[in-house]
């Protein structure tokens, strides 16, 4: 089964950039490479970003991964944040 964590960042500053560019260092850093990540920005909100994180369940737990509670947690000092998972229908 395929697995969908977005973690969603709603920002009151506008230095989405900047904090894109540190995600992704963090991403690389922590040498997850069993999962697929992409980083999107809201069309024409420039204080909104998600994050999709793409695995098969088998790779972990039934609930969130380690990188997206950590990426949840640390995003929270920049703004509110939704984290959830989504589960692939067959």
Do not use: F
């Not at 260092?25 to 490479?33: K, V």
């Not at 039934?62 to 229908?89: C, F, M, Q």
Request: charged residues 25%; negative net charge.
């Amino acid at each position: 089964m395929k697995v969908l964590e977005i973690i969603q960042l709603r920002s009151a500053a506008n230095a989405i950039e900047i904090l894109s560019e540190r995600i992704d260092a963090s991403i690389q850093t922590a040498g997850e490479t069993s999962m697929v990540l992409a980083l999107y920005r809201r069309n024409e909100l420039a204080t909104d970003l998600a994050i999709h994180i793409h695995r098969s369940a088998d790779q972990g737990s039934d609930g969130p991964s380690e990188l997206g509670l950590r990426l949840a947690s640390e995003l929270k000092a920049y703004g509110l944040v939704d984290h959830t998972l989504w589960e692939e229908l067959k």
